[in-house]
T-cell receptor, first 114, second 115 residues
Framework: DAKTTQPPSMDCAEGRAANLPCNHSTISGNEYVYWYRQIHSQGPQYIIHGLKNNETNEMASLIITEDRKSSTLILPHATLRDTAVYYCIVREGTSSQAGTALIFGKGTTLSVSS | EPEVTQTPSHQVTQMGQEVILRCVPISNHLYFYWYRQILGQKVEFLVSFYNNEISEKSEIFDDQFSVERPDGSNFTLKIRSTKLEDSAMYFC?????????????FGPGTRLTVT
């Protein structure tokens, strides 16, 4: 089973920041937090990942709490095209875990409206 | 930007028939995966493949399933005798093996309908 807890759904107005929370209270020291999203039955799309520092890329920012028990994915200016299911996944990042499965939970359905 | 491709986009087959789903992973990737998603349900891991052998498989991946990398570019999933409950979207994914960066890149999927 997934090691994360996410709200089942969230709404966001177009142009506003979407803040998607994720709880991972049992995360261990060598586990990374990954975020993926799935737009309407398309293949899941990698967004961002991090270990303990905050991360930012062209798609989103990832804020991880100091105790690493929770994180927030931030889409700074949500658009209608960001409507999707967002998955928070934790997994090890060591070389021994290369090639291992991603375990998807139910994720958060983000609905962006105009 | 390189991407994973899958063919066909939609496959309809009769129960008991064999199907082969095809994938072309990103060219410099070394790990390959199959996942499935039954309509309205979670994405489920089936199998991962590295260095021409299965590295991990789930309990879903039973004897009716097999994977193969028949040449340097294709990666296939064969379902030997399809059942109604095999109807699902099947996603192929690939990833690099550089340390501490194991993001998987997914294809658009093949919708399998078993009648």
């Amino acid at each position: 089973d997934a090691k994360t807890t996410q709200p089942p759904s969230m709404d966001c107005a177009e142009g506003r920041a979407a803040n998607l929370p994720c709880n991972h209270s049992t995360i261990s020291g060598n586990e990374y937090v990954y975020w993926y999203r799935q737009i309407h039955s398309q293949g899941p799309q990698y967004i961002i990942h991090g270990l303990k520092n905050n991360e930012t890329n062209e798609m989103a920012s990832l804020i991880i709490t100091e105790d690493r028990k929770s994180s927030t994915l931030i889409l700074p200016h949500a658009t209608l095209r960001d409507t999707a299911v967002y998955y928070c996944i934790v997994r090890e990042g060591t070389s021994s875990q290369a090639g291992t499965a991603l375990i998807f939970g139910k994720g958060t359905t983000l609905s962006v409206s105009s | 930007e390189p991407e994973v491709t899958q063919t066909p986009s939609h496959q309809v087959t009769q129960m008991g028939q064999e199907v082969i789903l095809r994938c072309v992973p990103i060219s410099n990737h070394l790990y390959f995966y199959w996942y499935r998603q039954i309509l309205g349900q979670k994405v489920e891991f089936l199998v991962s493949f590295y260095n021409n052998e299965i590295s991990e498989k789930s309990e879903i991946f039973d004897d009716q399933f097999s994977v193969e990398r028949p040449d340097g570019s294709n990666f296939t999933l064969k379902i030997r005798s399809t059942k109604l409950e095999d109807s699902a979207m099947y996603f192929c994914a690939s990833s690099e093996s550089r340390p501490f960066s194991y993001e998987q890149y997914f294809g658009p999927g093949t919708r399998l309908t078993v009648t």
